[in-house]
């Protein structure tokens, strides 16, 4: 399963990067863009640690036998490296969701509410069911809502829609 996954979970980091694809400059809200996505890289780097230690590193030591000392060792580092990936995600999260709300206005609320809430639950969940599978289907729906309700940007020799 851990194979599987290894491509999928940094896509959510990837999510953060091009919800925030219109917000640059070198103002505060340009700085805080930058901030959201150097935290969406470190989720992407240490949470990938995760999948490699303790879901393939784990499940190769457990198929040749090893002792469960090793396997529990081997586990625990994975998800230490996991708790910094989990919470650079909720900082990115955090910040994402409020330079969107501050440049799209409140409609983008549900979404960003449930983005957060999501965001804090994967501290603890990961994907384990059956609350991370729960943490995972309510972080998709509000980064759909967050990506849905944003003013398409206005490029060139287009019709503007608002």
Not at 56 to 72: E, K, P
Not at 142 to 147: D, Q
């Amino acid at each position: 399963m851990h194979l599987a996954l290894m491509p999928v979970f940094p896509l959510l980091g990837v999510n953060l990067w091009w919800l925030l694809s219109g917000v640059s400059g070198h103002n505060l809200s340009g700085v805080l863009a930058w901030v959201a996505r150097v935290l969406a890289f470190v989720y992407i780097v240490y949470y990938g640690a995760l999948d490699v230690l303790a879901g393939v590193g784990t499940g190769r030591l457990t198929l040749q036998g090893q002792d469960a000392l090793a396997i529990r060792l081997l586990f625990a580092e994975g998800n230490a490296l996991a708790a910094v990936g989990v919470w650079a995600f909720l900082g990115a999260s955090l910040l994402t969701c409020g330079l969107l709300m501050v440049r799209h206005g409140l409609r983008l609320w549900p979404g960003a509410l449930l983005v957060m809430l999501s965001s804090v639950s994967f501290l603890s969940s990961h994907i384990y069911a059956p609350y991370g599978v729960l943490t995972m289907l309510v972080m998709g729906v509000g980064m759909a809502l967050l990506s849905g309700l944003q003013s398409p940007a206005k490029h060139p020799g287009l019709p503007a829609q608002e």
